[in-house]
T-cell receptor, first 113, second 112 residues
Framework: KQEVTQIPAALSVPEGENLVLNCSFTDSAIYNLQWFRQDPGKGLTSLLL?????REQTSGRLNASLDKSSGRSTLYIAASQPGDSATYLC????????????FGQGTTLQVKP | DAGITQSPRYKITETGRQVTLMCHQT?????MFWYRQDLGHGLRLIYYSAAADITDKGEVPDGYVVSRSKTENFPLTLESATRSQTSVYFCASSLDPGGGYTFGSGTRLTVV
Protein backbone atom coordinates (compact mmCIF):
# COMPACT_ATOMS: atom_id res chain seq x y z
CA LYS A 1 0.00 0.00 0.00
CA GLN A 2 1.41 3.35 -1.05
CA GLU A 3 2.08 5.81 1.74
CA VAL A 4 3.22 9.40 1.24
CA THR A 5 4.98 11.37 3.95
CA GLN A 6 5.90 15.04 4.07
CA ILE A 7 8.40 16.47 6.49
CA PRO A 8 8.38 18.95 8.11
CA ALA A 9 4.71 19.54 8.86
CA ALA A 10 5.36 23.27 9.19
CA LEU A 11 8.12 25.62 8.12
CA SER A 12 8.72 29.32 8.73
CA VAL A 13 11.35 31.23 6.77
CA PRO A 14 12.27 34.88 6.14
CA GLU A 15 11.43 36.41 2.79
CA GLY A 16 14.01 35.84 0.08
CA GLU A 17 15.23 32.50 1.35
CA ASN A 18 15.49 29.49 -0.93
CA LEU A 19 13.80 26.45 0.55
CA VAL A 20 13.16 22.78 -0.06
CA LEU A 21 10.05 20.81 0.82
CA ASN A 22 10.39 17.06 1.10
CA CYS A 23 8.08 14.24 0.10
CA SER A 24 8.74 10.52 0.42
CA PHE A 25 6.74 7.55 -0.81
CA THR A 26 6.94 3.86 0.03
CA ASP A 27 6.21 2.27 -3.35
CA SER A 28 8.79 3.28 -5.96
CA ALA A 29 6.56 1.96 -8.77
CA ILE A 30 4.59 5.18 -8.92
CA TYR A 31 3.10 6.35 -12.19
CA ASN A 32 3.77 10.02 -11.57
CA LEU A 33 3.85 12.60 -8.79
CA GLN A 34 2.04 15.89 -8.43
CA TRP A 35 2.60 18.91 -6.20
CA PHE A 36 -0.29 21.09 -5.09
CA ARG A 37 -0.73 24.31 -3.21
CA GLN A 38 -3.65 24.95 -0.87
CA ASP A 39 -4.48 28.34 0.60
CA PRO A 40 -6.56 28.46 3.81
CA GLY A 41 -10.21 27.68 3.13
CA LYS A 42 -9.54 27.09 -0.55
CA GLY A 43 -9.24 24.20 -2.94
CA LEU A 44 -6.03 22.69 -4.27
CA THR A 45 -4.12 24.26 -7.11
CA SER A 46 -1.84 22.07 -9.18
CA LEU A 47 1.75 23.34 -9.28
CA LEU A 48 3.79 20.70 -11.04
CA LEU A 49 3.27 17.22 -12.45
CA UNK A 50 6.29 14.95 -12.83
CA UNK A 51 5.86 11.90 -15.03
CA UNK A 52 7.56 8.72 -13.87
CA UNK A 53 10.01 8.94 -16.78
CA UNK A 54 11.06 12.47 -15.82
CA ARG A 55 13.42 13.58 -13.11
CA GLU A 56 12.26 17.15 -12.68
CA GLN A 57 9.86 19.87 -13.72
CA THR A 58 10.18 23.63 -13.47
CA SER A 59 7.67 26.44 -13.38
CA GLY A 60 8.92 29.92 -12.60
CA ARG A 61 10.53 29.90 -9.16
CA LEU A 62 9.42 26.33 -8.51
CA ASN A 63 11.39 23.21 -9.32
CA ALA A 64 10.25 19.71 -8.44
CA SER A 65 12.45 16.65 -8.64
CA LEU A 66 11.62 12.98 -8.56
CA ASP A 67 13.90 10.11 -7.54
CA LYS A 68 11.91 6.91 -7.78
CA SER A 69 14.76 4.68 -6.64
CA SER A 70 15.01 6.45 -3.30
CA GLY A 71 11.28 7.12 -3.02
CA ARG A 72 11.69 10.87 -2.78
CA SER A 73 10.50 14.07 -4.35
CA THR A 74 11.49 17.61 -3.47
CA LEU A 75 9.90 20.95 -4.23
CA TYR A 76 12.41 23.77 -4.42
CA ILE A 77 11.12 27.33 -4.03
CA ALA A 78 13.58 30.04 -5.00
CA ALA A 79 13.59 33.52 -3.49
CA SER A 80 10.53 32.91 -1.34
CA GLN A 81 7.89 35.62 -0.99
CA PRO A 82 5.10 36.20 1.57
CA GLY A 83 2.63 35.23 -1.15
CA ASP A 84 4.14 31.75 -1.16
CA SER A 85 2.68 31.16 2.30
CA ALA A 86 0.33 28.19 1.97
CA THR A 87 0.15 24.45 2.52
CA TYR A 88 2.01 22.38 -0.05
CA LEU A 89 0.88 18.83 -0.72
CA CYS A 90 2.52 16.12 -2.73
CA UNK A 91 0.55 13.23 -4.14
CA UNK A 92 1.59 10.02 -5.85
CA UNK A 93 -0.31 8.22 -8.57
CA UNK A 94 -0.40 4.55 -7.59
CA UNK A 95 1.27 1.89 -9.67
CA UNK A 96 -2.10 0.45 -10.66
CA UNK A 97 -2.65 3.51 -12.85
CA UNK A 98 -6.25 3.94 -11.84
CA UNK A 99 -5.86 7.66 -11.56
CA UNK A 100 -6.11 7.60 -7.79
CA UNK A 101 -3.81 9.99 -5.96
CA UNK A 102 -2.37 9.22 -2.54
CA PHE A 103 -1.69 12.45 -0.65
CA GLY A 104 0.84 13.39 1.96
CA GLN A 105 -0.31 15.41 4.96
CA GLY A 106 1.27 18.56 3.62
CA THR A 107 3.83 21.12 4.72
CA THR A 108 2.48 24.47 5.89
CA LEU A 109 4.85 27.22 4.83
CA GLN A 110 4.99 30.70 6.29
CA VAL A 111 7.20 33.27 4.63
CA LYS A 112 7.77 36.26 6.86
CA PRO A 113 8.25 39.74 5.33
CA ASP B 1 -17.53 29.54 -16.95
CA ALA B 2 -15.37 26.58 -17.81
CA GLY B 3 -13.93 24.55 -14.98
CA ILE B 4 -15.04 22.34 -12.15
CA THR B 5 -17.72 23.62 -9.82
CA GLN B 6 -19.04 22.26 -6.57
CA SER B 7 -22.28 23.11 -4.85
CA PRO B 8 -23.26 24.03 -2.29
CA ARG B 9 -20.23 25.83 -0.93
CA TYR B 10 -21.43 25.37 2.65
CA LYS B 11 -24.02 23.00 4.07
CA ILE B 12 -25.35 22.31 7.54
CA THR B 13 -27.53 19.24 7.95
CA GLU B 14 -28.90 17.14 10.75
CA THR B 15 -27.88 13.64 11.70
CA GLY B 16 -29.83 11.05 9.74
CA ARG B 17 -30.71 13.27 6.81
CA GLN B 18 -29.78 12.52 3.24
CA VAL B 19 -27.66 15.15 1.55
CA THR B 20 -26.21 15.37 -1.95
CA LEU B 21 -23.10 17.28 -2.92
CA MET B 22 -22.85 18.27 -6.56
CA CYS B 23 -19.86 18.33 -8.84
CA HIS B 24 -19.87 19.53 -12.44
CA GLN B 25 -16.98 19.81 -14.89
CA THR B 26 -16.96 21.33 -18.34
CA UNK B 27 -13.87 19.69 -19.85
CA UNK B 28 -15.34 16.25 -20.58
CA UNK B 29 -12.62 14.73 -18.42
CA UNK B 30 -13.01 10.98 -18.14
CA UNK B 31 -11.86 10.65 -14.54
CA MET B 32 -13.59 12.21 -11.56
CA PHE B 33 -12.91 11.84 -7.87
CA TRP B 34 -14.35 12.68 -4.47
CA TYR B 35 -12.02 13.33 -1.54
CA ARG B 36 -12.65 14.41 2.00
CA GLN B 37 -10.16 16.49 3.96
CA ASP B 38 -9.93 16.28 7.72
CA LEU B 39 -7.38 17.53 10.22
CA GLY B 40 -5.05 14.72 11.12
CA HIS B 41 -6.06 12.58 8.14
CA GLY B 42 -5.29 14.77 5.17
CA LEU B 43 -7.09 14.03 1.91
CA ARG B 44 -8.72 10.63 1.58
CA LEU B 45 -10.39 9.21 -1.50
CA ILE B 46 -14.07 8.34 -1.13
CA TYR B 47 -15.07 7.26 -4.65
CA TYR B 48 -13.80 7.69 -8.15
CA SER B 49 -15.08 7.21 -11.65
CA ALA B 50 -13.19 6.34 -14.83
CA ALA B 51 -16.07 7.20 -17.16
CA ALA B 52 -19.84 7.57 -17.23
CA ASP B 53 -21.52 4.62 -15.52
CA ILE B 54 -18.19 3.36 -14.13
CA THR B 55 -17.52 4.01 -10.46
CA ASP B 56 -15.38 2.38 -7.80
CA LYS B 57 -14.68 2.67 -4.11
CA GLY B 58 -11.79 4.53 -2.64
CA GLU B 59 -10.29 4.42 0.82
CA VAL B 60 -13.34 5.57 2.85
CA PRO B 61 -16.55 4.76 0.92
CA ASP B 62 -18.81 3.67 3.78
CA GLY B 63 -21.93 5.83 4.15
CA TYR B 64 -21.55 7.40 0.70
CA VAL B 65 -23.13 6.71 -2.67
CA VAL B 66 -22.12 8.09 -6.07
CA SER B 67 -23.52 8.00 -9.56
CA ARG B 68 -22.30 9.15 -12.92
CA SER B 69 -24.97 9.05 -15.57
CA LYS B 70 -23.32 11.89 -17.50
CA THR B 71 -19.62 12.51 -18.02
CA GLU B 72 -19.79 16.04 -16.63
CA ASN B 73 -21.59 15.31 -13.35
CA PHE B 74 -20.48 13.27 -10.37
CA PRO B 75 -22.80 13.77 -7.37
CA LEU B 76 -21.92 12.42 -3.93
CA THR B 77 -24.78 11.41 -1.62
CA LEU B 78 -24.61 10.83 2.09
CA GLU B 79 -27.46 8.40 2.65
CA SER B 80 -27.89 9.07 6.37
CA ALA B 81 -25.52 11.75 7.56
CA THR B 82 -23.48 11.20 10.71
CA ARG B 83 -21.36 13.65 12.71
CA SER B 84 -18.23 11.80 11.60
CA GLN B 85 -19.02 12.92 8.06
CA THR B 86 -18.47 16.56 9.02
CA SER B 87 -15.64 17.48 6.69
CA VAL B 88 -14.56 19.46 3.66
CA TYR B 89 -15.36 17.58 0.47
CA PHE B 90 -13.40 18.11 -2.73
CA CYS B 91 -14.27 16.97 -6.20
CA ALA B 92 -11.54 16.64 -8.81
CA SER B 93 -11.23 15.64 -12.44
CA SER B 94 -8.50 14.41 -14.73
CA LEU B 95 -8.34 13.80 -18.46
CA ASP B 96 -6.50 10.51 -18.08
CA PRO B 97 -5.32 8.32 -15.19
CA GLY B 98 -1.83 9.73 -15.17
CA GLY B 99 -2.71 13.30 -15.90
CA GLY B 100 -2.88 16.33 -13.70
CA TYR B 101 -5.80 16.78 -11.40
CA THR B 102 -7.99 19.87 -11.22
CA PHE B 103 -9.87 20.41 -7.99
CA GLY B 104 -13.10 22.18 -7.22
CA SER B 105 -13.32 24.79 -4.46
CA GLY B 106 -14.80 22.34 -1.98
CA THR B 107 -17.98 21.94 0.05
CA ARG B 108 -17.76 22.44 3.79
CA LEU B 109 -20.32 20.09 5.33
CA THR B 110 -21.33 20.22 8.97
CA VAL B 111 -23.55 17.49 10.44
CA VAL B 112 -25.21 18.49 13.71
Amino acid sequence: KQEVTQIPAALSVPEGENLVLNCSFTDSAIYNLQWFRQDPGKGLTSLLLIQSSQREQTSGRLNASLDKSSGRSTLYIAASQPGDSATYLCAAHGSSNTGKLIFGQGTTLQVKP
Amino acid sequence: DAGITQSPRYKITETGRQVTLMCHQTWSHSYMFWYRQDLGHGLRLIYYSAAADITDKGEVPDGYVVSRSKTENFPLTLESATRSQTSVYFCASSLDPGGGYTFGSGTRLTVV
